[in-house]
């Protein structure tokens, strides 16, 4: 794949992930729990992970991060974002190299408790406490069960041939 048809694929995937994010802000959520969300966008940082690599999943990841965080207005939780998606993406490239494409719904579980303790550890700096420790298992609770849900669908897209021809082959 030459490198413009490759920047206008992760473009397109990029901003499919920020639509969706965009979306799901709107969604109201499956529980009364601050912080609990499904991470949706997150199958799109999955699978370019996967199709692509890891210098472009970060690109993808920190660039909707980024514009995600302008347009959605909440500027304040760009901390947040940022820590839990790099953590989350490091913790999804560690399992990857293990479990390989077998595994991406225990990659998808393992990045999203690691994104709730990233967004645990800024909590912890910002306010200056452990004692928003105490919500790490409901957070991670929520993670195993969101992480699954996100890792099914990114393993049926990455191993589907039609849908991956049409992310990762010329146009």
Known sequence: MNNINKIVRLSIL???ALTIFMIELHIPPLVPIPGVKLGLANIITLIVLYLYG???ASTVLIIRILLGSMFSGQV?????SLSGG?????????????????????????GAIAHNIGQIIIA?????????LYYLP????????T?????MLSKYMITNKVINRLISNSL
């Open 54 to 56: 890891i210098r472009e």
């Open 86 to 110: 790099l953590m989350c993406l490091l913790v999804m490239i560690l399992l990857m190299k293990i479990v390989g494409k077998e595994g991406v719904w225990f990659v998808s579980v393992g």
């Open 14 to 16: 990029t901003t499919i």
């Open 147 to 151: 992480g699954v849900f996100t890792g």
């Open 124 to 132: 912890m700096i910002l306010f200056q406490t452990t004692s928003v």
């Open 138 to 145: 409901v957070l991670i609770l929520s993670g195993v069960i």
């Open 76 to 80: 304040v939780s760009l901390l947040y």
